[in-house]
């Protein structure tokens, strides 16, 4: 079996999802999707096609690994050029399973486990009273989540540090002052009251604080005994995410901003944070997230996938989730889209009682419904072209 074609489209969700699909002469095509590369990645997955037309779509490591080092020039270590990479490797896994009529999870090793749990990314809002936090969280547990993610920035919900009086002063400093502070202490307390014991909660703050803040925040939310509090500093100084770590017991989790497994082996082996979150259909793929969740094991820190993908892109990183030990939780972004369950031809909802369930279909196990996802179309991007 040779590839003959390798197309791209792309559609408008949580970001721009692109997808990209991989033919063979054998009439067996893979589809793949990958996240937060832009317009970028979808110019690289072309410029790279002609290098996969007439290879052995079977040889998915390799191909990938081939392609990254012809590319460390151009920056083959992170960012879309390995998003690019990503949205081809997932490509090939679900053609290699469908051609062995297998599913992808029995390729990576076999399953640990036959469902994977799975949290909801949930909107709450400055401002909102404890019933209105009430009602988004009820909104979640009714469907069957266990847990639940909330961003406690302001900066996440887009407003103009102007339209809130006693926000940051300056737009660049990273200080969170003592309104904004107070503020995102007593917005987690109630997320976490309206949630009860049993949920686990976990709070985003998207690289928005400086260290001494990130601190204080960290150690006023101990009491709530959260699941975890998100990306407290910027990604790329472990020592100062170390720092924070080892000054609180509220965990510590990070890693959406990281690629490939040299970009967490530093995070990992200076056990900087308490639970890492790859972001798989972004920073490497099927292959190169398993790897990252072995090396996390090997210091006893769990693997909680980001995921802001369709549920192709969720499936996917799924049947990874199912064959790492150390899982602990998979992210769902999608909670008010109304085309979640449409988009994918099986249509239905993939996500039930807060679980996905891993079948015996062949490949990722789900295809893309072209005429719901083309209704969906990103702007200025071409269709399976
Ligand atoms: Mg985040």
């Known amino acids: 079996m040779k590839i003959t074609t390798v197309k791209t489209a792309a559609t408008a969700g949580h970001c721009m999802h692109i997808w990209v699909r991989i033919e063979t002469d054998a009439g067996i095509t893979g589809l793949g999707e990958c996240v937060h590369g832009g317009h970028a990645a979808i110019a690289l997955i072309h410029e790279f096609a002609p290098r996969l037309v007439g290879r052995d779509p079977f040889a998915v490591d390799a191909i990938f690994e081939e392609l990254r080092r012809s590319l460390v020039f151009e920056g083959g270590f992170a960012g879309a050029l390995i998003t690019a990479l990503t949205g081809i490797e997932i490509a090939l896994w679900d053609l290699k399973g469908k051609a062995l009529e297998v599913p992808v999870y029995e390729l990576l090793g076999g399953k640990f486990r036959d469902k994977v749990r799975v949290y909801a990314d949930c909107q709450v809002e400055p401002g909102m009273n404890f019933d209105e936090i009430r009602r988004v969280v009820d909104d979640v547990l009714v469907r069957g989540f266990t847990a639940l993610k909330v961003d406690l920035d302001i900066h996440a919900y887009g407003h103009a540090q102007s339209e809130v009086a006693g926000f940051h002063k300056d737009r660049f400093n990273q200080t969170a002052g003592a309104w904004e502070h107070d503020r995102m202490v007593k917005l987690a307390g109630m997320v976490k009251a309206a949630a009860g014991k049993e949920v686990d909660v976990a709070c985003d703050v998207h690289t928005r604080l400086d260290v001494p803040s990130a601190i204080r925040l960290a ?167």
């Not at 769990?302 to 969720?314: D, E, L, Q, Y």
């Open 219 to 385: 150690r006023d939310l101990e009491p709530l005994n959260l699941m975890w509090l998100e990306e407290p500093v910027p990604p790329e100084n472990i020592d100062a995410m170390r720092e924070i770590k080892r000054s609180t017991t509220t965990p510590i989790c990070a890693g959406e901003n990281l690629y490939l497994r040299q970009g967490f082996r530093e995070l990992i082996e200076k056990q900087a944070v308490d639970i890492i979150m790859p972001d798989i259909p972004k920073c490497g793929g099927l292959s190169e997230c398993r790897k990252i969740a072995n090396l996390a094991e090997i210091y006893y820190i769990p693997f909680a996938p980001h995921n802001v993908a369709s549920p192709i892109g969720t499936m996917a990183s799924a049947h990874v989730c199912a064959t790492v030990p150390n899982f602990l939780v998979l992210e769902f972004h999608w909670l008010h889209r109304d085309f979640w369950s449409t988009i994918v031809t099986q249509q239905r909802d993939i996500i039930v009682d807060g679980h996905i369930a891993l079948d015996d279909s062949p490949g990722i196990g789900l295809d893309l419904d072209e005429a719901v996802a083309r209704a969906h179309q990103y702007p200025g991007t071409t269709w399976f072209e």
